[in-house]
């Protein structure tokens, strides 16, 4: 760790702290409408329409859809992780190569590592969330499957939609964690560059997230797709 100065102490910590920092405020900010808020109340729309159908094919396809995307991206995580095993194992090449980009620092073969087992951990993280995403959307196809056929009146099951619309936006929260791995692994990288340009390219990302979690049109199109009572 004495390889390690105070700028890469200070780059790491504004990453951590913005990732941690925006997961929770975005949370918090979701009964208000943001993205995350909104999907939740078409979720809600969406199981009470699946109690009126006899024939729920549609939702599991939706589920299934939801499913995939989650398999893929585990799927790709785990190739990531593969090849930052294979960069620690031997890192002279991929060493020689960033020092030749401008304005790269030059790296010890100790800081070298900890920036790959930084880069691990990103993905760790993300590859344990897509993982529980997946299992929840298979909770959530067993809510489809126990839900009572046609009924009547809907509104009295209201709780039992409520709830299973609960577990997929669970899911979707956790499936959500594991996109925001990836944004930030790419902000990492700049950390090969060097330390100056991680703090830049951390909150290039937080800005990107927040437009498009309360600021962008596909937002307000969503919110303006209220099923009518």
């Not at 159908?53 to 859809?65: G, K, T, Y």
């Not at 995403?133 to 959530?140: I, L, V």
């Not at 409520?162 to 499936?175: G, N, P, T, Y």
């Amino acid at each position: 760790m004495s390889d390690l100065n105070i700028l890469d102490i200070a780059a790491v910590a504004w990453l951590i702290v913005c990732w941690v920092g925006y997961s929770r405020y975005s949370e918090k900010s979701a009964p208000a409408g943001n993205l995350i808020g909104v999907m939740h109340q078409r979720r809600i729309d969406w199981m009470m329409r699946m109690l009126e159908r006899e024939n729920r094919m549609v939702d599991l396809q939706i589920i299934n859809s939801a499913l995939n995307n989650a398999t893929f991206f585990a799927s790709t995580t785990i190739l990531i992780l593969a090849g930052l095993f294979a960069i620690v194992a031997s890192p002279e090449k991929a060493i020689a190569i960033v020092e030749d980009l401008p304005f790269a620092a030059k790296a010890t073969p100790v800081i070298w590592e900890i920036k790959v087992i930084l880069m691990m951990l990103v993905f760790v993280h993300g590859f344990f969330k897509f993982a529980w995403a997946m299992r929840q959307f298979n909770y959530c196809s067993l809510l489809v499957g126990a839900a009572p056929i046609n009924a009547e009146p809907v509104e009295r099951y209201r709780e039992y939609a409520v709830s299973a619309a609960q577990v997929a936006s669970l899911a979707a929260k956790h499936f959500n964690h594991g996109m925001r791995s990836y944004y930030f692994g790419m902000a990492a990288l700049s950390w090969f560059i060097h330390p100056a340009v991680l703090i830049p390219a951390v909150l290039m990302v937080v800005l990107v997230l927040y437009r498009r979690e309360f600021r962008s049109r596909t937002l307000r199109e969503i919110d303006a797709c209220e099923v009518p009572k």
